[in-house]
């Protein structure tokens, strides 16, 4: 049925919006009631207003801790309308109906990114809010509840077609609205307490997010699927300006994310493209220009149509060679403004300026689904646990450099993971096999094929350096790269038989680093 609104409580932290829908509801002959701040902005703008505590008759007490939790309050909007016994009792206790909340929280997760303290974050830890949230949530059958600025203008729409009347398929889309927002403020405070404990792993978990971008599609056309922000500021897809191009698909946020990782590693200038998630080229640079090419070099074909991650601000002279490539999406920290005169003739190309790069040491949680729950666990926010050289041939200068290189790579390739790496740059890369052994091989035919692009008829492979995401369980893996012509091979260790795998690489001239450390990315 119709719900009349007659009277209105109005209490809210963010006041965006806030004097005109209050002069609308005026106008209308509504009565509203508010307190402190939003009373005061209201007043000040020539609404009229009944203070809270005027209409208890009890006063704001505890520095304004305690001013709403009050039975005439709560009665007035958790009555049900037309129930005898309800009605008696709000006519014994003088408590009139509350037909609109509008409340929005204090400002949680905002105090949280800015820093804050830790008393700081307590106090800005809302209780009256969420209470009067759900109490008017609950009650949606008569009352309309507002929490966000933005459906200010739907409630006056609704109360003009109405004649101050809201229908109840409107008050239950704001009651779902409502509890939403409740609910993400109690995980974002949950997570928040754990984090000060240190418990990364609690027994009850609550996950919250605010939708930032709702997609054309999911990883395929007929799947549906939405960006959420779950207010971490750290650097990446979902804290970048997008400065031009077409709007982020869900495979180019998923992409995108997963190149700027990886460019992150490196403190050297770095360029890296991705394409599905795994990257096709990676490499170092005296610059920017040099460690794109370096990169593009690796893999021209795959390339095509993928993702450019760069780790310093992107300059006129980058851009234009970027710009003879399709790509889909450029990242980095800063676009100069020579490479967006450049890249704005392309106006499809989405460009992304982040303003800094996150710190792959930084600690955090990765989560996945599955039926029935869900997989958390640590940020893989290391790369080597150590390095120690098990082979009688020691890596040259060089080859070490290259390893630890490719190692890094190797971390952000799909398991089974094999990179060939040389001077600085990703030659070869097998990503995502069943057997390690065909991803060594898959890497040293890319590497091949890409020196024939390059106009050279001998491969890359020769003179490489090979990283392995997880120990070789057999020796044919190893043999497959030394075959393919690389001199020093970087893996974690452990397997039964790694005797028998050093074994070979002495036989095969080859230097060995072992790291102690895996990483699996499935």
Request: charged letters at 20%; glycine letters at 10%; proline letters at 4%.
């Amino acid at each position: 049925m119709q719900a009349q609104i007659r009277r209105a409580l109005i209490s809210v932290s963010d006041k965006t919006g806030l004097v005109e829908f209050g002069k609308f509801l005026s106008q209308s002959g509504v009565e509203i009631l508010s307190t402190g701040g939003s009373a005061a902005a209201l007043r000040d703008a020539g609404v009229d207003v009944v203070e809270v505590s005027e209409h208890t008759g009890f006063p704001e007490i505890m520095d304004g801790r305690v001013k709403t939790l009050q039975p005439t309050i709560h009665g007035g909007l958790l009555a049900v309308r037309g129930n005898p016994e309800h009605e008696a009792a709000m006519e014994k206790h003088k408590i009139a109906p509350i037909d609109l909340l509008v409340v929005n929280l204090y400002p949680f997760e905002e105090t949280v990114a800015g820093g804050a303290a830790f008393d700081g974050c307590i106090e800005n830890i809302d209780i009256g809010g969420p209470a009067l949230i759900r109490a008017a949530a609950k009650n949606h059958a008569f009352v309309s509840v507002v929490v966000d600025p933005d459906d200010y203008g739907r409630v006056m729409e609704e109360m003009k077609a109405g004649d101050n009347a809201t229908t109840p398929a409107f008050r239950k889309q704001l009651a779902a609205t409502a509890y939403a927002r409740t609910g993400a403020y109690d995980a974002a405070i949950s997570g928040w307490f754990a984090g000060q404990l240190g418990d990364t792993l609690p027994q009850r978990i609550a996950f919250g997010g605010t939708r930032k971008q709702i997609m054309r599609y999911g990883e395929n056309p007929h799947q549906e699927a939405a960006f959420y922000g779950n207010g971490d500021n750290r650097p990446g897809v979902a804290t970048a300006r997008q400065l031009q191009g077409k709007e982020l698909s869900f495979n180019n946020l998923n992409d995108t994310d997963a190149a700027f990782e990886l460019v992150a590693e490196f403190t050297d200038t770095a360029c890296a493209i991705i394409k599905h998630a795994n990257p096709c080229g990676v490499a170092h640079g005296a610059t920017l220009k040099e460690a794109y090419q370096k990169a593009l070099a690796c893999d021209t074909e795959s390339a095509f149509g993928g993702i450019i991650a760069l780790n310093r601000a992107l300059d006129g002279e980058t851009a234009e060679l970027i710009a003879d490539l399709f790509a889909e999406v450029i990242i980095a920290p800063e676009i100069d403004d020579a490479a967006r005169q450049i890249l704005g003739q392309k106006k499809n190309l989405r460009v992304l300026a982040t303003g800094a790069m996150p710190d792959p040491a930084a600690p955090g949680m990765t989560i996945r689904s599955l039926s029935g729950g869900y997989l958390l666990q640590s940020r893989d926010n290391q790369v080597l646990e150590s390095l120690t050289v098990v082979t009688k041939r020691q890596p040259s200068e060089q080859e070490m450099i290259d390893l630890k290189f490719a190692f890094t790579v190797a971390k952000h390739v799909k398991s089974n993971a094999i990179i060939y790496a040389k001077n600085g740059a990703t030659v070869g890369v097998g990503a995502g096999q069943m057997s390690r052994v065909n991803s060594s091989r898959i890497a040293a035919w890319k590497a091949a094929d890409a020196a024939k692009v390059a106009g050279d008829e001998t491969s890359w492979a020769i003179g490489s350096v090979v990283a392995s995401d997880a120990f070789f369980p057999f020796a044919d893996g190893l043999l497959a790269a030394a075959e393919a012509g690389a001199t020093a091979i970087i893996q974690p260790g452990g397997s039964m038989r790694d005797d028998e795998v050093i074994a070979a690489a002495d036989e095969a001239g080859l230097a060995m680093v072992m790291t102690g450390m895996r990483h699996f990315r499935h």
